[in-house]
């Protein structure tokens, strides 16, 4: 008796082990960016660590905020994730659900090409794809940077899509089916909801998809009035000075619509939701 | 529950909506941008003149708040000037810059005007992407007041001037001075013995200190290659018949002695990695005492680092007494091949290099002016840039330049010659097959552009 | 018994193949991807088999085999390629592990689970760029913060060089890798968790069955197509990255820690070879097909799923 119920805690004591180590493993470069954008520039350069900054400053953030282009960036950020990572998700979730309760001819072929696609350096793509976008008018222009973003992440939110599709017992749609619904209403009413927690996964994968994406950026775009985050913290690295502390600045607050996004996404990977429709 | 559904699927489908609605407004605000941003430029200029409007732009490869802001400047100066010449100022940075060009050749989308560095211009005159300037060169009036450096630069493929300097890229060497003072040694490097013998003395280990902030990454070699032809007292990398110098004895044995400061621990572990923008890095933290940089340095070092605790000490001399230079420039202007409005692209770099803006340039980066007359300006006499002046003062300078009509020279400094080293100084690779190696890679470049290009 | 219904899944697809529907629902996916997409690709695998030199733009012919040719012959191939295989194995290896660990702990409600998971999913926005700076800038043994810890710990005496040492340049690199992919695997994975109905545990747990046994009898069976799918994508997704590497180390000392595409990437820009390149591109296409379809038939994906 005692030893199995040792045993059944110790998963316990595993679980809080595990979720204290990530927590470090995870805030340490954190702590290290945010410590470090709260340096004087002096301090950074000084041959001397230190943990907690002797001179304690906002500077970096109020620079970068009224020094650089880092508000409309933010806004080009904003706009481009948000638009690409949106399609993105429609399109995975039509095309998802097609490649897992359809058999048809050619699957494996698309599969494979969906594959494909990510299998090749980017470098290799960039100087047609580049005369492209050049031929079509869309360079400088944040739609050259939506419409890429869309395309590479595509495949890969897709094909996850699919994999979360498997997992819904056809039985649930064909009682639906026979209940009275269309194949519309029960994707809708029936699949959909029960898909939220992978829908949420797929969208959050294409945000953070677009949202870090720094080499497609810097090529497609020359002008100040388009350019995005990474580019703008890509700025801070000059040819021989690093700007430390505004980088990491900049980097602590392009985190900020992240974090709000993981805030605002995550009640619906709640497992309430998904029991309920089961049983409902 | 099955309200809570419906509302999920409301979402859902409102999403749906904004998605696909969402592509065409997202293009046009990027457009509105692009268009305000470019009018901005244009108020005050189009209205009464009666020439055609033109529209340049202009790519910048070194943005900073500061470059930046006075490049901006400098072009809505030239635009009052030119009231029908609009330039849009557009830039990329720096180490992704070679990437961009070569994209934008091939794409037939370079900008008018272009700055580019002495390494990649050669490549991009031999694809054709940027523009032969000899021709405007040889009207330009200003062409007879030229420094003699600038004359001798590295801005011409195939006896064709391809771009016009920006500055005078010349080395010097960074020395923190509070470190010589702690050690009771004066700041002073006359010879390159004396470089070897300080690179010894400031590395101290035990307090993570080493002598020289040593270039192991990309066009390290450029260094050790300096070394090298004031050794062997040479201003060629090549022998007349197009072999490589370091083929000669003396010169293997200089190759060894110049990376010996990394084998033999004058120089931090890392920098076998280090570019341009580490060693900088390196110096300004405190891990090297002793830096080999261009002026461009210099205002980034006074940014970060105490004032008093560093200057700047002109390059070595060699043994025979000569200093021999080598020098480049980091973003001389270029004109795109495919440009509309080539006369007016080619007023804009005529602006950009007369005798003012050069000045004025040059005071605001630490750089030296391309003009002999602006060399006289009181700002080159004093301070850290002082050092680079005099050098260009001695008359014992010999022009030496690495052979950057070579199309394979990015490649050779930028990949070959680093995996190279690399592997000498891990210990992979002996020294005569490394120093083999560079020789027949040269080699066969060199003899093959002569072959192509006989004199 | 834990038992899922993927012998169903098949039944239903089959009724349901004469409509045009599957075709049309995949149809906006194919057309975007075949619009931006086949060109550049179409192009990149043809300049595999011609001289295209940017820098020689009087001088592009048919190559046939050249380029190939030449590959084979570089000296540094088989070191790019054993690379790439530590790279792949060890990267996904670590992550997929500890995001299933993670995604377990996480899969039960605590307080203060909301902030948790905010905070343990951020890495996944960082910029590569931006986490290649810092972990460089960390791993530096003078003034790097891992350092500064090992020091004071009196693990090691003096700050190791560790992005300077050939053949242990690559693990700094992996490490950041894994930093930033955990979450990656993180989410997937106690998405997947989510959806696993209730009521199978508490079937289970009536039969007697403790917390080991529900892992690895329902938790496991029950996810094993997100499972093999998150594992292949991101195979193929961290064999193609090359910026951590091209930020760390730029694949040195010696091409120590070059892996397939930070090499493509050093070479072309310097050679404007892009006829090389494109070779080594395809190259890499075989083999992460040759992969996929391996790791298909020895996963039983067809079984266990039905693409």
Known sequence: MMTKRLLDRLPEVFRAAALLLFLLFTVVPFYWMFVTSIKTRQEIYSSELTLWPKQFTWANYVDTLHNTQFPLYFANSVLVTVVSSLIVLVISVMGGYSMSRYRFRGKKAVLLVFLGTQMIPTIIILVPLFILFSKMNMLDHLSSLIVTYTVMNIPFCLITMSSFFQRIPVALEEAAFIDGCNKWQTMLLIVLPLMLPAIVATFVFAFTGAWNELFFGIMFINGEAAKTIPIGLNNFVQKFDINWGQMSAGGIMSLIPVMIMFAAVQKYIVSGLTQGAVKG | MQRKMFIVLVCAALALMMALAGCSPAGQSGQSQNGSSGSQTTQGGNGGTPAKPVKLTYLDPLPSPERTALMQDLLKRFHDQNPNIEVEYQSVPWDQASKKWLAMGASGTLPDVVSIDDTSMTGLAAAGYIENLQPYYDKWSQTGNLTEASKLSRNKYKGNVYAIPDGFGLQGLFVRTDWFKELNLEPKIETWDDYFDLAKKLT?????????????????????MEYVVNAVHTDSWFEKDGKSILYRPEAAAAFKKFYSVYLDGYAPKESINWGFNEMVQG???????????????????????????????????????????????????AMSAKSQNKAEAWKLIEFLSSPEINLEYCKKFSAIPIY????????????????????????NIVYSTPPSYLTELPNFSGT??????????????????????LADFLTQAQQKYMKENPQ | MPTTSHAKTNAGGKRRSAALE??????????????????????????????????????????????????????????????SVLWVALTVGLQFLLGFVLALALNKTFRGKNLYQSVVFLPWAVSGFLIGMMFKWMFNAQNGLINYWLVKAGIVAKGVPFLALPHVS?????????????????????????????DIYESAEIDGAGSWTKLFKITIPYIKPTLIVTVLLRVIWVFNSADLIYIMTNGGPANSSDNLPSYILSQIFNTSDFGVASALGLLMLVLLTVYTVIFLYVTKYEDAGDI
Do not use: C
């Open chain 3, 170 to 198: 690559i693990f700094p690199v992996i490490v950041a890798m894994v930093w930033y992919g955990v979450p990656f695997f993180g989410i997937m994975i106690l998405a997947a968790l989510q959806s696993i109905p209730h």
């Open chain 3, 22 to 83: 599957p075709y049309l629902l995949l149809a906006p996916a194919v057309l975007i991807l075949a619009a931006f997409f086949a060109y550049p690709l179409l192009k990149g695998i043809t300049l595999a088999f011609y001289h295209y030199v940017l820098f020689e733009p009087q001088n592009i012919y048919f190559a046939g085999l050249d380029n190939f040719k030449k590959i084979v012959a570089d000296p540094n191939l088989p070191l790019i390629l054993r690379n």
């Open chain 2, 283 to 333: 110096f300004m933290n405190g891990q090297a005492g002793i830096l080999n940089q261009t002026p461009e340095v210099i205002v980034t070092a006074d940014k970060n680092m105490k004032p008093g605790t560093w200057t700047v000490l002109p390059m070595p001399k060699a043994s025979d007494g000569k200093r021999y230079m080598t020098w480049g420039y980091t973003a001389g202007y």
């Open chain 2, 204 to 224: 101290d280990p035990a307090k993570g200190r080493y002598g020289i902030s040593f270039r192991g990454g990309a066009n390290g070699i450029l260094r050790a």
């Open chain 2, 372 to 395: 002999k007359k602006n060399m006289d300006d009181p700002f080159f006499k004093q301070g850290p840039i002082a050092g680079y002046a005099a050098s260009l003062a001695d008359a």
């Open chain 2, 416 to 437: 070959y010659a680093v995996q190279e080293t690399q592997k000498y100084l891990t210990g992979a690779q002996s020294l005569d097959d490394t120093v083999k190696h």
